[in-house]
T-cell receptor
Framework: DQQVKQNSPSLSVQEGRISILNCDYT??????FLWYKKYPAEGPTFLIS?????DKNEDGRFTVFLNKSAKHLSLHIVPSQPGDSAVYFC???????????FGKGITLSVRP | GAVVSQHPSWVICKSGTSVKIECRSL??????MFWYRQFPKQSLMLMAT?????????EQGVEKDKFLINHASLTLSTLTVTSAHPEDSSFYIC???????????FGPGTRLTVT
């Protein structure tokens, strides 16, 4: 049973436009959500996170939105840049220092 | 800040031998470290969670006698793949977290190839 789902395997966006990456979860015990960016043969890099008590967190070009009632979160990247092309993983946690449950990832391609 | 290193970055070994992978937190004390495995084009699969000074907690289906994890200090955890076989070939990644925090910081990964 996949508790964190990233249903779209890939997304292609024109440079300068907005990229919207979606993530759904099923476990109501998740109280913290994170987005990671990963290049091939490298470890994931932490991007941005959000606590379940918030519905939005913004950091530069990256904004994460959380809809608890729908068990849905999304990562917005605006404006998108070619360097943003990578695999993005959504992850969820049930507590500090707890394990993360990852989605399968979505490959973002930003076209120049 | 929050830098995690892994060594080696890649290793080739013969079937039947053992390989040790190190994971270090360079600028913070890692109370908890995690070991993941990633197959090509797949998500990260958590193998085990280790807390400094205590035995690792393994995920279901992960053989604890095959994948030995030691977290002897607040900055170092090791994963030893014992009696490696070709099916153990994979990309192994560690992560670390320190204090009461949710964010995990990942190492660069180790590519293991067993011939």
């Amino acid at each position: 049973d996949q508790q964190v789902k990233q249903n779209s395997p890939s997304l292609s966006v024109q440079e300068g436009r907005i990229s919207i990456l979606n993530c759904d979860y099923t476990n109501s015990m998740f109280d913290y959500f994170l987005w990671y960016k990963k290049y091939p043969a490298e470890g994931p890099t932490f991007l941005i996170s959000i606590s379940s008590i918030k519905d939005k967190n913004e950091d530069g070009r990256f904004t994460v939105f959380l809809n608890k009632s729908a068990k849905h979160l999304s990562l917005h990247i605006v404006p998108s840049q070619p360097g943003d092309s990578a695999v993005y993983f959504c992850a969820a946690s049930t507590g500090a220092n707890s394990k993360l449950t990852f989605g399968k990832g979505i490959t973002l391609s930003v076209r120049p | 800040g929050a830098v995690v290193s892994q060594h080696p970055s890649w290793v080739i070994c013969k079937s039947g031998t053992s390989v040790k992978i190190e994971c270090r937190s360079l600028d913070f004390q890692a109370t908890t470290m995690f070991w993941y495995r990633q197959f090509p084009k797949q998500s990260l699969m958590l193998m085990a969670t280790s807390n400094e000074g205590s035995k690792a907690t393994y995920e279901q289906g992960v053989e604890k006698d095959k994948f030995l994890i030691n977290h002897a200090s607040l900055t170092l955890s090791t994963l030893t793949v014992t009696s490696a076989h070709p099916e153990d070939s994979s990309f192994y990644i560690c992560s670390a977290t320190g204090g009461k925090t949710y964010e995990q910081y990942f190492g660069p990964g180790t590519r293991l190839t067993v011939t």
